[in-house]
């Protein structure tokens, strides 16, 4: 493990200015517009490549929130610094997805219980075999009772981190990640998981859905950063 070094080379915080729970989405404007529009008395921490980090205040209880950027190596990178150098217990990944299953509608909400890859990210932790990508049920069981009572529209399963956005084929002729019983597809589920795993701490994603592989349906780049107030009020109150 890297020697403990505050600040690091990514996140410009001191010790102590980052909470014990950080909701992650990829984007840095939204965790703005989260600090903003949902914290009370939030403060910035981080600045540094433009990832900003906030902290703040969501029904008394102290929370964070940051940008991850995007695919399995930014949230590696984050992820490990936020767990161990500052001490996070609990990392909530909050964004899109696109949907590879029929059922699931744009907008809907997709809790990722586990987590699928194509990426290498998880085989450098050098174990004799595939690990298996899972959320914390501790956190899982909240997501779960705090969607109900929100009345989403929600689906609970395996997610697809996939490292190329512009995937030819995902599938490589085989069977399909669908007809494998994965919901949707994304890019950091699988390394959050894994560091979480590595880090002793607790993790989960909680995703609205963006677009569908199935009906061609999609979203703009502004309703994306701005209409998801569900996912974003599921996720506060898992804290």
């Known amino acids: 493990m890297p020697e403990k070094v505050i600040p690091t080379p990514h996140i410009e915080a001191k010790l102590g200015d980052i909470a014990e729970t ?9 965790a703005k517009f989260i600090a903003d529009n949902y914290l009370e008395n939030a403060v910035m921490f981080n600045s540094v490549r433009n990832m900003l980090g906030f902290t703040g205040y969501y029904r008394g209880k102290r929370v964070s929130v940051m940008g991850s950027g995007m695919g399995c190596a930014s949230m590696g990178i984050y992820s ?3 767990m161990n150098i500052y001490g996070c217990k609990n990392l909530i990944r909050i964004g899109t997805a696109g949907a590879l299953n029929e059922k699931i509608k744009v907008w809907d909400i997709v809790i990722g219980m586990g987590a ?3 990426s290498n990210y998880v085989k450098l932790f050098g174990l004799p075999g595939d690990y298996s ?24 399963g395996n997610v697809l981190s996939s490292d190329m956005f512009y995937a030819q084929n995902i599938n490589n002729g ?11 597809v994304e890019m950091e589920t699988a390394a959050l998981y894994s560091n979480a795993a590595a880090a002793g701490a607790n993790a989960i994603s909680i995703f609205t859905i963006s677009d569908s592989d199935i009906t061609g349906e999609s979203t703009t780049s502004n309703e994306r950063e701005k209409g998801m107030d569900r996912m974003i009020k599921i996720a506060l109150d898992v804290i």
């Open 80 to 82: 490990y610094e936020l």
């Open 133 to 156: 990508c899972i959320c914390s049920y501790e956190l899982l069981k909240k997501a779960v009772a705090s969607a109900e009572k929100v009345g989403a529209n929600y689906h609970v």
């Open 22 to 30: 950080v909701l992650l989405p990829g984007d840095p404007l939204r």
């Open 116 to 118: 699928c890859t194509n």
């Open 174 to 184: 085989g069977k399909t990640w669908a007809q494998m019983g994965v919901l949707a």
